[in-house]
């Protein structure tokens, strides 16, 4: 009989019985993408499928997957007509498991301008994720990294220290696996969000369903030095960097999920410091920057509050960056 979360009977069962899929989400990096599939054939255990998202249906990734199927086994790609985001790709390629995958499998989330740096890494983080899992039957989801929402600010907390560590979500590009029956039940990540916080919002669905997330901080520490660059910062930068749609998601979706999670006094407070005040401080040294982040801040706050979601396109004259 299943338990109050409708799908712990897995965990019940003496060892592993399940099946690991994979989701490669790609973009306009062929190279990258070479180097990803290389790291994947190298592993000491194989996907029992691999599905690669190509969100920009590039004739040249579509060859290279072609030429690494034999060697990764059942692989699956996916050209998208447009591109999805990070969101969109992943929740479409794991959508397309879901149809045939049972309660119990995990989906390994891969980033492609991030190989595997160890080819027993993927064994090794499933091996954690089943051992949680035997411990605590709510667990929906491990990961090498990840962080805690600090509810008074509404700023992530990274998680460090060793063990495994509850955390709120799990970093995109440090191998979380997620288990299919809890995505089953809460849903996938939200594609109207199109790129950053997809993660947070994930996991704080999770939470509130119940389940857990945990960092797997022995594993992280095993590799961390092979894996690209340390923790995002969370804290307003006084600096002004260049425009760019990249800043642009990053205060709209996090003004999208504070507001569901019902911090508004927190979302108000990022958008007057991080979205008005830092551009505004700047007018006077660098004008025309500053300009141009004020009025991208503000089309940010605003379609937060409008519920605008989905990719956007910015038509300022003076440059700005593509995420």
């Known amino acids: 009989m299943a338990g109050p979360l409708g799908d712990t009977t897995a965990a019940k069962v003496s060892g592993p019985v399940h099946r690991t899929f994979g989701v490669l989400v790609t973009f306009r990096r062929p190279a990258d993408l ?8 190298a592993q000491s255990v194989a996907f029992d499928e691999l599905v690669v998202v190509d969100n920009d249906d590039d004739e040249r990734s579509a060859s290279i997957v072609g030429q690494y199927r034999s060697a990764l086994g059942p692989t699956t790609y996916m050209a998208s007509s447009e591109n999805l985001g990070p969101a969109g790709g992943r929740s479409l390629g794991a959508d397309q498991i879901m149809r045939r995958a049972d309660d119990g499998d995990w989906i390994v989330f891969l980033d492609d301008d991030d190989p595997l740096p160890s080819p027993d890494l993927v064994e090794r983080s499933i091996a954690g994720a089943d051992r949680m899992l035997a411990d605590d039957p709510r667990t929906a989801g491990v990961g090498l990294r990840g962080a805690r929402l600090d509810r008074w600010t509404g700023q992530l907390i990274p998680v460090s220290g060793r063990g495994m560590s509850r955390v709120d979500h799990l970093h995109g590009n440090r191998l ?13 990540f939200d594609a109207r969000l199109f790129f950053g ?7 704080l669905r999770l939470r509130k369903a119940g389940y857990t997330l945990y960092a797997d901080g022995d594993l992280e ?6 894996l690209s660059g340390p923790p995002p910062r969370d804290t307003p930068d006084v600096r002004l960097g260049e425009p760019s749609l990249r800043r642009y998601y990053a205060l709209r979706n996090r003004l999208v999920v504070l507001g569901r999670e019902r911090l508004y006094l927190q979302a108000v407070g990022w958008a007057l ?12 040294v660098r004008p025309t920057i500053a300009w141009t982040h004020l009025r991208l801040n503000l089309q940010a706050i605003g379609d937060a509050i409008a519920g605008r979601l989905g990719p956007r396109r910015w038509t300022e004259r003076s440059r700005v960056a593509r995420p």
């Open 273 to 284: 410091v991080a979205g008005v005040l830092k551009p505004v401080a700047w007018l006077v």
């Open 176 to 188: 979380p696996c997620y288990r299919v029956g809890p995505l089953r039940r809460v849903g996938l």
């Open 197 to 203: 916080f997809e993660e947070l919002e994930l996991g």
């Open 221 to 226: 520490a095993s590799v961390v030095a092979e």
């Open 34 to 41: 070479e180097r990803s599939l290389s790291a994947i054939t």
